[in-house]
């Protein structure tokens, strides 16, 4: 079994852009149609953007990102050892109110929900998160 592409990159604003090249670079790699790669690089980003905001505050950490091909799917998972938190529970957005009677927060939650067919969440093995996204339909 071949090794799986992964990145490890310290939780930082400026590590968006190399985790976006890396998202296309390794998507591409296993076969996935650009328009496919674009949606998986934003629910990345978004998820990413969360991890270094919200999971780790402006603390020092890491994250890991890894993509596999697992049968005509895109599954990635993003591990980290911020404070737990499952994005799963959070209640989607009412994005019918206009934006000043909007709560704040939660659009990239929204938007990696949209662009994703299925999110779930696990706790890390010791302790952390463990973030899956699926987007389906790739052809190989």
Request: hydrophobic share 40%; glycine share 10%; proline share 6%.
């Amino acid at each position: 079994m071949k090794p799986q592409p992964t990145l490890s990159v310290a939780a930082d604003l400026q590590n968006l852009a190399p985790i976006r090249r890396f998202v296309e670079a390794a998507a591409g790699a296993l076969g996935f149609e650009p328009e496919i790669v674009s949606k998986v690089q934003l629910a990345v980003d978004e998820a990413a953007t969360n991890i270094i905001i919200h999971g780790y505050q402006g603390q020092q950490g890491a994250f890991e990102i890894e993509l596999r091909r697992e049968g005509n799917d895109l599954v990635v998972y993003l591990r980290d050892d911020a404070a737990p938190f499952d994005p799963t529970q959070v209640a989607p957005p009412d994005i019918t109110l206009p934006l000043e009677k909007r709560a704040l927060g939660g659009m990239g939650i929204h938007l990696m929900r949209q662009a994703m067919d299925e999110i779930s969440h696990r706790r890390g093995s010791n302790g952390g998160n463990e973030l899956i996204l699926i987007k389906r339909g790739g052809s190989h």
